[in-house]
């Protein structure tokens, strides 16, 4: 069977990426930045099939998505180098500015990012910049717990 | 000179065109985690276009998939039986529409 992924994303197709989970659309990218696996995370205005945090935009902009991880302890940062006792989200955007994907930085500096309803897959941040996604136009840092610093 | 009878293929019985329809619009959006472009891909709108006579096939798909047929239930029973508690909890919203369904007579 031909893996679909490097056929969406060519930079994908080195196979320097592994998937980490079963295909599940109980949750997505947003979710998963967050940590969480059980909600579909999206501004939608007025409908339920998605949830977004309470009081923030709903536009689909990249301001509506900082506002929403800011309120989740979440302040923006230059780039994304690891950086001990922080963990990093970056946003990737189309070419008309709207958000198209959220992945999360692991420890040792990969990326996980869950693909729509598809799988969970560690990769290299810059190997889902490309037609569909576009490209990374905002990174954010928070502060791990302290049981987790490396 | 002889003509040759041209044999139109078969039509399409409305669950083939739903399961075409429906193939088209998860390759397309599989890997998209927008709700607003899932929700208004061509091929979604032709699905609520087939008018109420497609529900079975979406609560079938929903029920056996976890398949996001939301809107499309919405647009075509004018219901909305998910509670505000259950926002983006797709097991959940699952769980309201075919409790919804079951109540109000409909079989799949």
Same mark, same amino acid.
């Given at each position: 069977?031909?893996?679909?992924?490097?056929?969406?994303?060519?930079?994908?197709?080195?196979?320097?990426?592994?998937?980490?989970?079963?295909?599940?659309?109980?949750?997505?990218?947003?979710?998963?930045?967050?940590?969480?696996?059980?909600?579909?995370?999206?501004?939608?205005?007025?409908?339920?099939?998605?949830?977004?945090?309470?009081?923030?935009?709903?536009?689909?902009?990249?301001?509506?998505?900082?506002?929403?991880?800011?309120?989740?302890?979440?302040?923006?940062?230059?780039?994304?180098?690891?950086?001990?006792?922080?963990?990093?989200?970056?946003?990737?955007?189309?070419?008309?500015?709207?958000?198209?994907?959220?992945?999360?930085?692991?420890?040792?500096?990969?990326?996980?990012?869950?693909?729509?309803?598809?799988?969970?897959?560690?990769?290299?941040?810059?190997?889902?910049?490309?037609?569909?996604?576009?490209?990374?136009?905002?990174?954010?840092?928070?502060?791990?717990?302290?049981?987790?610093?490396? | 000179?002889?003509?040759?009878?041209?044999?139109?293929?078969?039509?399409?019985? @409305?669950? +083939?065109?739903?399961?075409?329809?429906?193939?088209? #619009?998860? /390759? !397309?959006?599989?890997? =998209?985690?927008?709700?607003?472009?899932?929700?208004?891909?061509?091929?979604?709108?032709?699905?609520?276009?087939?008018?109420?006579?497609?529900?079975?096939? @979406?609560? +079938?798909?929903?029920?056996?998939?976890?398949?996001? #047929?939301? /809107? !499309?239930?919405?647009? =075509?029973?004018?219901?909305?039986?998910?509670?505000?508690?259950?926002?983006?909890?797709?097991?959940?919203?699952?769980?309201?529409?075919?409790?919804?369904?079951?109540?109000?007579?409909?079989?799949?």
């Amino acid at each position: 069977m031909v893996d679909p992924l490097p056929a969406i994303f060519p930079r994908l197709a080195q196979r320097n990426y592994r998937v980490t989970s079963p295909v599940t659309g109980n949750y997505n990218c947003v979710a998963w930045a967050l940590g969480i696996n059980s909600k579909w995370w999206w501004p939608i205005k007025g409908d339920k099939d998605a949830v977004w945090p309470e009081g923030v935009s709903t536009e689909e902009t990249v301001d509506a998505f900082q506002e929403a991880f800011r309120t989740l302890g979440f302040v923006e940062c230059a780039d994304e180098i690891e950086e001990q006792g922080h963990e990093k989200i970056a946003v990737f955007a189309n070419g008309w500015g709207v958000p198209s994907h959220v992945c999360r930085q692991l420890a040792g500096g990969n990326w996980t990012s869950k693909i729509g309803e598809l799988e969970d897959i560690e990769h290299n941040l810059r190997d889902l910049e490309g037609a569909e996604y576009g490209l990374v136009v905002l990174v954010m840092k928070r502060p791990l717990p302290a049981n987790q610093h490396a | 000179m002889s003509t040759v009878p041209t044999i139109a293929p078969p039509a399409e019985t @409305l669950e +083939q065109h739903f399961r075409r329809l429906a193939e088209t #619009w998860k /390759r !397309a959006v599989a890997h =998209l985690s927008s709700t607003t472009v899932r929700n208004n891909h061509p091929a979604y709108n032709e699905i609520i276009g087939l008018g109420t006579a497609v529900l079975p096939l @979406l609560l +079938q798909d929903m029920e056996a998939n976890n398949t996001h #047929w939301f /809107r !499309a239930l919405r647009e =075509l029973t004018g219901a909305d039986p998910v509670p505000p508690s259950a926002a983006g909890d797709v097991p959940e919203m699952v769980s309201a529409w075919l409790k919804w369904a079951k109540e109000h007579g409909h079989q799949w």
